[in-house]
């Protein structure tokens, strides 16, 4: 079907550009038309339109609009200036120009050097089968020739576009094809070679032992111009073959045909076929663009797969010498192994590195049973017998891999370690992995109804995969319950945790990894706390084991609260004795009175805390009671000192000011730490109207809600032990404080410790509408900012940068201002002055 050593093309006189969509009739799926469709002896078969450029890889296959090429002028068409040719050896293709024509055998190449002006090169080929198809690889330069196809009796048959194309014929005999120059003012070169679909000039035959696993494949070379090579062969009706993609240059494809020479599958890149109609059959591989291809075809056959080494079910544990290898396994390529299970079950495919080498499994039949990707958990083999699990490379780095794989079955026990119990005081379990592809099975006990919980959390990073399966190995909760935690166990008995790490660094000997399963209905070994008080210590003292048992005395809402040994907020979840989620941590609304179960973590199944994780637990009524008012004219008086003594500790102050008042906080400008505690301000139903994170320090607060109203305080991470002072100002209404005069005098105020703000008034009729204000320390230490309020209680200006002096301007609104001087909490003089700004000029 093709000659060897084709000499390449020369060089045209003159180039014209290349027509892409010339192309379009060249490709592979084209070339195999086959009898019986509906065309008449003669008529040219339509090919699909082109989609991607020439040397793109084909993702889809030959003749699908993501296969179809765009060619520009190929390696071996290049065009020179002067028509030339050199001696051929004997058995070459014809070269001399004036060889270009007549008799043509099926696989020859001929190669013309030129042709030019009216010339007309004319062939003849010789049909020996009726209602042939005459495969065609016709390599020339963009449309610049016409060439034609012809019977005996003269009749056009078709037209050969340029590289591979196809012409249906009529009855068997002699045609001619007519090479010419579509404009005569062009000289050009051009190869050409022809064969037949039903009676190829040769074709190899594929015994039955190329279609096992350790077949080498078959390798070969198709020489410069070929039309391609044709392989026969015999397989079972119903055979699914592993196609191999083949290598060797851009666009080297083909397709399976049947008996009828019907299209079966695309042979090109990798893929299954399954040969659904029966043989004998032919492959017709070709490169489109008829350039020289050296390519291996390897066509492994999964039905009732043969050279594939033995995969040993492993047990749990380390799998010892029950691991299968693949070495410098390159891109695409498939690795098979061999399992055969004793009955019906779910079974792991643990494969090291598990980047980049997707598996599947196929029956004896080779029906796929599963895949990676839709197998995460396991794989459900559905019956006993012989499986094949196949491994295949697609590393988009281009360099081989080394792996490991390991199949363990999920109804088997072999290595599970020794049952464990569920109740919360338990210490973590230590599970140790010694090889990359090992399964841990950790077996507990349950009953009907219980929600169990579990945990993992690798000691180094790494992820941990873990799931619950029962006595058979299948999943204890295949459709859990998105909205709550947990698994409910549908039945008494034993149950399973499979567990592993998901990935080895290449220096490990054994990684660990912590683990805990609990049950989260009536719950078993949490400490029970009950609400405390604000302004003492949590109720919840510093502790461990990861879960408390709350008694609530009466339903309603509390605060709650979980914190490690340095004050740093955990998060946790409540829930009811049957295990169901009832709130999460801060705020938690309680319906009837009784026994909850908390948990810090939740149900964070990444996160293992072991007994010697300490934390304390503040549950506390959400409306505060037991709390020391305070004034709410803080500039005026000392301010309120507290102190807290404990990690978790919160206090409260009843405030003053009556509802729709806006307040604000103040404290010393140099406080921080433990003395500058958080501030929550609640109305009388505990509903939250504003913090110090916002509007307390950098706005104003209005009391909407029910009188009274509370200020709650915690204290900062880390710095949790200590005093503080705290003092809070009602900034609406008409101010009552001192009036700051106009000019260079202005006032001077004394602060300190326990006066660290300074509260003066600009009437109406004493201001213009934009003021300039200054303020100066005088004496002592420190530093100050200034502040500057509307009747309203709005801060229109301010709070400016802590400074010992600084001037700003200010665009006030009508009626009366608060000016309010926050000082360091040490004694010092300050110079308060403010003079008209008038107005912009910009």
């Excluded at 049909?127 to 963009?142: C, E, I, K, N, P």
């Excluded at 839709?374 to 083999?381: K, N, Q």
């Excluded at 363990?408 to 992995?433: F, I, K, M, R």
């Excluded at 700051?740 to 213009?768: E, H, I, K, M, N």
Aim: charged share 15%; aromatic share 8%; proline share 8%.
């Amino acid at each position: 079907m093709r000659a060897v050593d084709a000499p390449r093309p020369s060089r045209r006189i003159r180039r014209r550009l290349p027509i892409p969509t010339l192309i379009a009739a060249t490709l592979v799926s084209a070339v195999f038309a086959v009898p019986g469709t509906a065309l008449a002896a003669g008529q040219p078969v339509p090919v699909a339109e082109p989609a991607t450029t020439a040397g793109t890889t084909p993702t889809g296959p030959i003749g699908s609009p993501e296969a179809t090429p765009s060619p520009e002028p190929q390696p071996g068409t290049a065009r020179s200036s002067s028509p030339s040719a050199s001696p051929e050896p004997s058995g070459s293709p014809r070269a001399a120009a004036a060889a270009c024509g007549g008799t043509l055998a099926l696989g020859e190449v001929v190669s013309c050097p030129s042709i030019s002006g009216a010339e007309r090169h004319v062939y003849t080929v010789t049909s020996t089968v009726d209602g042939d198809t005459l495969l065609a690889q016709h390599r020339q330069y963009g449309d610049t020739l016409s060439t034609r196809v012809t019977s005996a009796t003269g009749e056009s048959t078709c037209s050969l576009t340029g590289y591979q194309s196809r012409c249906r014929l009529g009855a068997a005999g002699s045609y001619t094809i007519t090479v010419s120059l579509r404009d005569g003012e062009e000289t050009t070169d051009y190869s050409l070679a022809v064969d037949s679909l039903l009676a190829p000039s040769s074709c190899t035959d594929l015994p039955d032992s190329f279609f096992s696993f350790a077949s080498p494949g078959h390798s070969a070379t198709m020489p410069t111009g070929a039309v391609g090579d044709c392989y026969r062969f015999e397989q079972p009706v119903g055979s699914v073959l592993h196609l191999a993609a083949p290598g060797g240059a851009a666009w080297t494809q083909g397709q399976i045909l049947d008996a009828e020479y019907e299209p079966l599958c695309t042979v090109g890149y990798a893929t299954e076929c399954t040969l659904t109609r029966p043989g004998p059959y032919r492959l017709f591989l070709q490169n489109i663009y008829g350039e020289e291809s050296s390519y291996t075809l390897r066509m492994p056959r999964i039905t009732n797969a043969v050279g594939c080494p033995v995969l040993p079910l492993a047990a749990f544990g380390d799998p010892g010498n029950a691991v299968g290898t693949g070495t410098d396994v390159e891109r695409d390529e498939v690795v098979c192994h061999a399992l055969t299970a004793a009955g019906a079950g779910g079974v792991i495919v643990r494969i090291s590195p598990d980047q980049s080498l997707p598996w599947r499994i196929y029956d004896a039949q080779g029906q796929l049973v599963c895949a990676e990707y839709d197998a995460a958990r396991y794989c459900g083999l559905p019956a006993a017998g012989a499986y094949t699990l196949l491994v295949q490379s697609d590393s988009m780095l281009g360099e081989p891999i080394d792996y490991q794989v390991a199949v363990t079955g999920l109804a088997q026990t072999q290595g599970c370690t020794e049952a464990a119990g569920t109740t919360w005081d338990l210490p973590a379990l230590l599970v140790q992995q010694t090889s990359p592809v090992q399964t841990h099975c950790q077996p507990f006990e349950g009953e009907a109804g219980d929600r169990i919980v579990h945990y993992t959390a690798p000691t180094r990073y790494n992820e941990a995969h873990a799931w619950l399966v029962d006595e058979t190995g299948k999943l204890a909760c295949p459709d859990p319950d998105w909205d709550q935690d947990g698994c409910v166990l549908p039945a008494t008995g034993t149950y399973r945790m499979i567990s592993f790490l998901r990935h080895w660094p290449g220096d490990s000997d054994e990684l660990t990894y912590q683990m805990q399963i609990r049950r989260l209905s009536e719950a078993e070994g949490c400490p029970v706390i009950t609400p405390g008080a604000y302004g003492a210590a949590p109720a919840g003292a510093l502790g461990g084991i990861r879960c408390r048992v709350l008694d609530i005395p009466a339903a309603g809402s509390y605060l709650l609260d979980v914190v490690d040994q340095e004050n740093y907020q955990d998060y946790a979840r409540v829930y009811d004795t049957g295990g169901r989620r009832v709130c999460g941590t801060t705020y938690c609304e309680f319906r009837q009175p009784g026994r909850y179960t908390m948990v810090v973590g939740g149900s964070g199944s990444g996160q293992v805390l072991n007994n010697d994780y300490r934390y304390a637990v503040a549950l506390l009524p959400r409306v505060p009671s037991g709390c020391e008012q305070v004034s709410d004219n803080g500039y005026a008086t000392a301010p309120y000192r507290g102190n807290f003594q404990a990690a978790g500790e919160y206090h409260c102050l009843r405030l003053s000011s009556p509802a729709g008042a806006r307040i604000i906080e103040l404290e010393p400008g140099d406080a921080s730490g433990v003395a500058s505690p958080s501030v929550v301000v609640l109305d009388s139903t505990g509903a939250q109207l504003c913090d110090s994170s916002w509007p307390l320090r950098t706005y104003s607060c209005q009391l909407n809600g029910t009188a009274p109203f509370y200020a709650v305080l915690s204290a900062p991470e880390r710095s949790f032990v200590g005093p503080y002072a705290k003092a809070f100002a009602r900034v609406d209404g008409p101010p009552n404080c001192p009036v700051l005069p106009a000019g260079t005098t202005g006032s001077t105020v004394t602060t300190g410790a326990d006066r660290f703000a300074v509260c003066l008034s600009l009437p109406a009729d004493q201001r213009g509408s934009r003021e300039s204000f200054t303020y100066r320390r005088t004496s002592g230490t420190g530093d100050a900012s200034l502040s500057v309020f509307d009747a309203s209680g709005i801060r229109y200006c301010g709070p400016s940068p802590q400074s010992v002096e600084r001037t700003f301007t200010c665009t006030l609104p009508a009626g009366p201002v608060t000016v309010i001087l926050e000082a360091d909490g040490v004694d010092a003089t300050y110079q308060l002055t403010h003079q008209s700004a008038g107005t912009p000029t910009s």
